[in-house]
């Protein structure tokens, strides 16, 4: 099936957050560093979506959704509001694919919508970080990007709070 790519705003958050904080609490419990650590709840999860209104109203963020079989499977962050002197770049962030949709395509599918959607912004520069070993570490590189450091001890794991590294990857548009 087709994976569908939307952009949410700030007014169309309510409606589709309570998904969003299902695959969010899915991919801590699964381990994902992206932030959070346990204990980690599904109003945690909500908090922090309802946190991007401003965000998303002021468009220095910008919010996507993939869906399938009209489902949300997935959400990417590109954050567009940038220092003076950085606006030629963007951030990818919040990259999440529901635990039980991944190696679906579904994460390329949304790399490939942000970078359109920076190019179309004007945008010359993405900037990223992960895990260092973590499989979206494939994701990144076979969308382009280039690893450029990794710094040891950068976030405590989700469940032990182990230290662990992490590896940043750029990507030039051309």
Not at 4 to 11: K, N, T
Request: hydrophobic share 45%; with cysteine; proline share 3%.
């Amino acid at each position: 099936m087709t994976v569908f790519i939307e952009e949410i705003s700030a007014e169309a958050l309510p409606g589709v957050s309570g998904e969003l904080a299902e695959i969010l609490l899915g991919c801590v419990k699964d381990g994902a560093s992206i932030g959070f650590v346990e204990p980690f709840e599904v109003e945690d999860a909500r908090t922090f979506w309802e946190n991007h209104v401003s965000a998303l109203k002021s468009g220095a963020k910008r919010l996507f959704i993939a869906r399938k079989n009209g489902k949300i499977v997935g959400t990417a962050q590109l954050v567009i509001g940038q220092p003076a002197n950085q606006q030629h770049r963007a951030d990818v962030s919040k990259v999440l694919v529901d635990v039980g949709a991944r190696r679906a395509g579904i994460g390329r599918a949304l790399m490939q919508h942000l970078d359109l959607v920076a190019r179309v912004a004007g945008k010359s520069l993405l900037v990223l970080d992960t895990r260092t070993g973590d499989p979206s570490e494939a994701l990144y590189l076979g969308q382009g990007f280039t690893a450029f450091g990794i710094v040891p001890g950068y976030a405590a794991h989700a469940q032990t709070g182990m230290l662990e590294d992490c590896t940043f990857f750029y990507k030039t548009l051309g």
